[in-house]
């Protein structure tokens, strides 16, 4: 038996205590408008945006319809599950905001 543990692209991630690569903010660009909001731990990019009383667009909440689709204009995060988007898409910056979690200090969307 292997040492190494296998993650799918659904896997939960774990989240590892280092300051350089801790979450601080994200900044959600909604109707010609920014707001900055404080990252909360295991929060996705959806969750953020209605922590601030933001109408960002959702339906199905599971990766599935794309009604919540932003693009990533600086950071990154990635998507626990993807059943929309294209590589193409994923390349150009595009996200289920549903289903993406930040990973890098700071996070900025902004919903088309």
Known sequence: MSDELALSDTA???DVPDAACTTQEV???????????????G???LQCARSAALRAPYSCEIGSCGTCIARLLE???RMVNNDVLDDDEVAEGYILT???L???????????
């Open 98 to 100: 549903c289903q993406a």
């Open 75 to 77: 950071g990154s995060a």
């Open 27 to 41: 900044m959600i660009e909604l109707d010609r408008r920014t707001t900055t909001v404080s990252y909360r731990r």
């Open 43 to 45: 929060d996705t990019l």
């Open 12 to 14: 939960v991630v774990v």
């Open 102 to 112: 930040p990973t890098s200090r700071s996070v900025r969307v902004v919903y088309e």
